[in-house]
């Protein structure tokens, strides 16, 4: 016969006031932050493709106001513009990875990871970027969260959302006003 230990730790505990027990609950609770990331990085994405397509834009402007004004020209008209309207092409093709990241659609993985595979060249903060972009994207998790499967226990458990941290939030906003602030100064410095 064994004594009762009025001190010791309960064998079970029922915490289940309150918790959801779906399994589909339990699945994208598992996937959370996976999902979460792979969103960012499309969020990334999504403002890397604006500054290259603003950018193209610009140089086709440049190219095209500045042709004839250099006497002797090397470049024909068409040559000054195919490289602007190349990496605007980019632009917006990296848009449309943005696009397939931040809703989940498993048509936008191979890109991302083709473009991911291109970046690992941008040794060493590329690399490091751009091989957790590929584990994002490539791993156990990766697949499952572009599954069809996922889109539908996405749609089961729409009031299951990823919370960020305040931290975080404060530190993102003080990198994008350092980023601005830096543009700026440029900008109003190059008169």
Do not use: C
């Amino acid at each position: 016969m064994t004594e009762h230990n009025p001190f010791a730790a309960p064998e079970s505990m029922d915490i289940s006031v309150g918790a959801d027990n779906r399994p589909a609950a339990a699945i994208r609770q598992q996937h959370l932050s996976h999902e979460a990331s792979v969103q960012s990085v499309g969020s990334l994405y999504l403002l890397g493709s604006s500054i290259v397509v603003i950018a193209g834009g610009v140089m086709i402007y440049l190219a095209i106001s500045n042709y004839g004004a250099i006497p002797n020209q090397i470049h024909s008209r068409s040559t000054g513009i195919l490289e602007p309207l190349f990496i605007m092409g980019l632009g917006v093709g990296q848009g449309f990875i943005a696009f397939g990241l931040r809703n989940l659609k498993s048509w936008g993985r191979i890109p991302a990871a083709l473009f991911a595979g291109i970046g690992l060249l941008a040794f060493p903060i590329g690399t490091l970027i751009n091989g957790y972009i590929l584990y994002l994207l490539l791993s156990a998790k990766g697949r499952m969260v572009f599954s069809a499967e996922y889109r539908e226990i996405i749609q089961q458990t729409p009031e299951i959302k990823y919370r960020t941290s305040k931290i975080l939030l404060f530190f993102a906003f003080l990198l994008v006003g350092l980023i601005v602030f830096g543009v700026a100064a440029l900008l109003v410095g190059g008169r």
